[in-house]
T-cell receptor
Framework: NAGVTQTPKFQVLKTGQSMTLQCAQDMNHNSMYWYRQDPGMGLRLIYYSASEGTTDKGEVPNGYNVSRLNKREFSLRLESAAPSQTSVYFC??????????????FGEGSWLTVV | SQQGEEDPQALSIQEGENATMNCSYKTSINNLQWYRQNSGRGLVHLILIRSNEREKHSGRLRVTLDTSKKSSSLLITASRAADTASYFCATDAGTGNQFYFGTGTSLTVIP
């Protein structure tokens, strides 16, 4: 199994451009997450989706939108990129308590630079 | 604001020594997890401890949880150079669907 796959791995954007980060998981998980990681800040939750068709804001949702396209896919969109959104973005998914428990599985990250 | 905070921020030890890192959190939790992140990679789950547990072992890892102090510690025994990584604690909140990570401890194990 591939686990959690996110694309692209690296992206450079100009201020004001838009882009979508794609994420897919093949573990049949209900819950999916988008985090950003900045130096000295750890990981901060942007949005999450507890199940297909639902999305909720995390700690730092401003400037982002998400779509839970189906059970497998959860995308993150930057409508008008700003330099403050330069970060490493991680997609993650979570198993159910009866199965793999609350373990969160992470993708390998997407490095985004906004110039 | 983030739920968890680890300390120390950075730790450097000799191979074979034990490494201890601590995590403090702010609100009631269902469980606490520890993750490891190698440079340039995603996070990998190490161990989960439930709120009604006080100690848990997995190989060279020992985790303790003190819910009265809202703190946890991760002990890595007989460290190896391959243990060099950043370590994060994660706590869940509310319904258990939201997970919040601390700022991490950067561990360097010197061969």
């Amino acid at each position: 199994n591939a686990g959690v796959t996110q694309t692209p791995k690296f992206q450079v954007l100009k201020t004001g451009q838009s882009m979508t980060l794609q994420c897919a998981q093949d573990m049949n998980h209900n819950s999916m997450y988008w985090y950003r990681q900045d130096p000295g800040m750890g990981l901060r939750l942007i949005y999450y989706s507890a199940s297909e068709g639902t999305t909720d804001k995390g700690e730092v949702p401003n400037g982002y939108n998400v779509s839970r396209l189906n059970k497998r896919e959860f995308s993150l969109r930057l409508e008008s990129a700003a330099p403050s959104q330069t970060s490493v973005y991680f997609c993650a998914s979570k198993g159910e308590p009866a199965g793999s428990g609350n373990t969160i599985y992470f993708g390998e990250g997407s490095w985004l630079t906004v110039v | 604001s983030q739920q968890g905070e680890e300390d120390p921020q950075a730790l450097s030890i000799q191979e074979g020594e034990n490494a201890t890192m601590n995590c403090s959190y702010k609100t009631s939790i269902n469980n606490l997890q520890w993750y490891r992140q190698n440079s340039g990679r995603g996070l990998v789950h190490l161990i989960l401890i439930r709120s009604n547990e006080r100690e848990k072992h997995s190989g060279r890892l020992r985790v303790t949880l003190d819910t009265s102090k809202k703190s946890s510690s991760l002990l890595i025994t007989a460290s190896r150079a391959a243990d060099t990584a950043s370590y994060f604690c994660a706590t869940d909140a509310g319904t258990g669907n939201q997970f919040y990570f601390g700022t991490g401890t950067s561990l360097t194990v010197i061969p």
